[in-house]
């Protein structure tokens, strides 16, 4: 082989390399899913006495932007730890928080009554476990959600820092990793493949075509 086929060998393995990446690079892609846009109307009412200002308040979002949801809630589970005050603050109207399910020795009472917008309601999760709600007019429309009191106050397998780090957390997807280690090495044994083939795998005719 001459180094003309050397160069031909090489840019062929790199040129399949290339397109290997770049199909996995658009299988990377997607779009971020939409946020719920929540609306900024002034309250008008509570159901309960505002907490103190040392106790940790999450808010919850009824019906925000018009959508049949609670944010956060409805798409996935909020979790706190025990003590937290949740402040359910309507944004549409026509909603209220009907319990199903709770604890054993937990009391939330919920609150049944239909309310506006503008309307805030507060309660605060002494007992761990899982909690889940509805809201009765918009049952049917799959209006519910689920709070979950815990010790760290984190999904399950969340972590709470000191230990390995996920590939995903420093911004790059874990394939897209092992993809670029594979590309590396995949040109480096294309070189060498062509290197020894040109080195050792030439004829004594090829190599030296004017002897006899």
């Known amino acids: 082989m001459n180094r003309r086929e050397f160069i031909t060998v090489a840019g062929a393995g790199t040129t399949a390399v290339g397109a290997t990446v770049a199909g996995a690079g658009a299988a990377q892609e997607g779009t971020a899913p939409n946020g719920t846009e929540n609306g900024t109307t002034t309250p008008n009412g509570t159901a309960t006495p505002m907490p103190d200002d040392g106790d940790e308040t999450v808010t919850v979002d009824v019906g925000p932007g018009g959508n049949f949801v609670y944010a956060p809630g409805t798409d996935e589970p909020l979790y706190i730890t025990p003590g937290t005050t949740i402040e ?5 109207d026509n909603h209220n928080v009907v319990v199903d399910s709770q604890p054993d020795d937990a009391d939330w009472a919920g609150y049944e009554p239909t309310e506006n917008a503008g309307f805030t ?3 605060t ?11 009765q007019p918009h049952q049917n429309l799959g209006m519910a959600g689920t709070i979950v009191v815990n010790e760290d106050g984190r999904a399950p397998g969340g972590g709470s820092g ?8 420093l911004g790059v997807a874990f394939q897209a990793h092992f993809v670029g280690i594979a590309t590396i090495l995949a040109i480096i044994v294309s070189l060498i493949f062509a290197f020894y083939v040109l080195k050792y795998g030439e004829s004594p005719n090829s190599s030296s075509p004017n002897r006899e």
Not at 88 to 92: A, E, G, I, L, N
Not at 125 to 135: A, I
């Open 88 to 92: 359910f603050v309507w944004q549409s």
């Open 162 to 169: 000191g230990g390995e780090v996920d590939p995903e957390e």
């Open 125 to 135: 999760f002494e007992t761990m476990g899982t909690y889940e709600y509805f809201c």
């Open 121 to 123: 309601y507060f309660h």
